[in-house]
């Protein structure tokens, strides 16, 4: 850019060891790290939420009742009665992604779900879970679904492939809508922060000019909170669909 300033806007995911020698030796990225406090400030809400088990809520018992109650109700209108067995894996996966999402929005942090290995992983185990139930519940006859019922047998050679095909998509499409929601978002703050310093080097009129990327960046941050529970509820209800198709005979 002009001026010698440059933008690396992709430089903010790039990862290194920390904790020192401790973390080179065991490959503990920041990444890591983000998701040990994810994983540490969840179990910490629903321990000290309902701890108190009082008959009013206070504000963190209300937390995680609040939370309890919409994943509950997410899984039980999606996947049936048969929804509660699955609740604790939704649940986890839900607040996991929301914490990591928020988390990411710290100055300083990391957001661990803007990479595509944690959110590809994610993704997996989804896949895994569901495969593995469907082939407890139906046995063999989950093989059946890949050929569309009342379809012609001779049909057979071109739906079969095309419907195994969608069927392992599926950890694609969820991994990369998370990764790329949340990478884009980050990278749009980057520019507009680069905006506003080079802006506002601009002799007399540049701090006029930098208010705007300024408010557009107060923009995006609402539309990252936003972003951020609407991402982590996409991935949790498709997971009740794949859970609810697996256990559907």
């Keep these: 850019m002009g001026g010698g300033h440059t933008i690396d806007a ?3 995911f790039q990862l290194h060891p920390v904790l020192g020698s401790l973390g080179v030796s065991l490959r503990f990225s920041q990444s890591s790290l983000m998701m040990v406090i994810a994983a540490a400030l969840v179990l910490l809400v629903i321990y000290v939420g309902m701890r108190p088990r009082a008959v009013v ?3 963190m018992q209300a937390v995680a009742e609040i939370l309890y109650d919409f994943i509950h109700g997410m899984t039980t209108d ?3 009665v048969q929804g509660r067995r699955f609740f604790p894996f939704v ?4 607040t996991f992604i929301l914490v990591g999402n928020y988390l990411g929005l710290i100055p300083g942090s990391f957001t661990f ?3 595509i290995l944690v959110t590809a992983g994610l993704a ?3 896949f895994v879970v569901g495969l593995l139930v469907a082939l407890r519940e139906q046995g ?4 059946g679904h890949f050929m569309p019922e009342g379809a012609p047998k001779a049909l057979a050679p071109l739906l079969v492939p095309i419907e195994v095909l969608s069927y392992l998509s599926r950890p694609i499409s969820l991994s990369v809508r998370l990764f ?3 990478m884009a978002g980050h990278v749009m703050f980057e520019m507009f922060a680069a905006f506003t310093i080079m802006l506002g080097g601009i002799h007399f009129i540049g701090p006029v000019l930098g208010i705007a990327p300024i408010a557009i960046n107060m923009a995006l941050i609402a539309l990252e909170l936003l972003v951020g529970a609407l991402q982590a509820y996409v991935f949790a209800i498709l997971t009740c669909i794949y859970l609810r198709e697996a256990v559907a005979h």
């Design 113 to 115: 779900t803007s990479h």
């Design 10 to 12: 992709l430089g903010q």
């Design 91 to 94: 649940f986890t996966l839900f």
């Design 78 to 80: 999606q996947i049936g």
């Design 140 to 143: 063999l006859g989950f093989f």
């Design 57 to 59: 809520p206070g504000r």
């Design 124 to 126: 997996v185990l989804v």
């Design 180 to 182: 790329a929601n949340m």
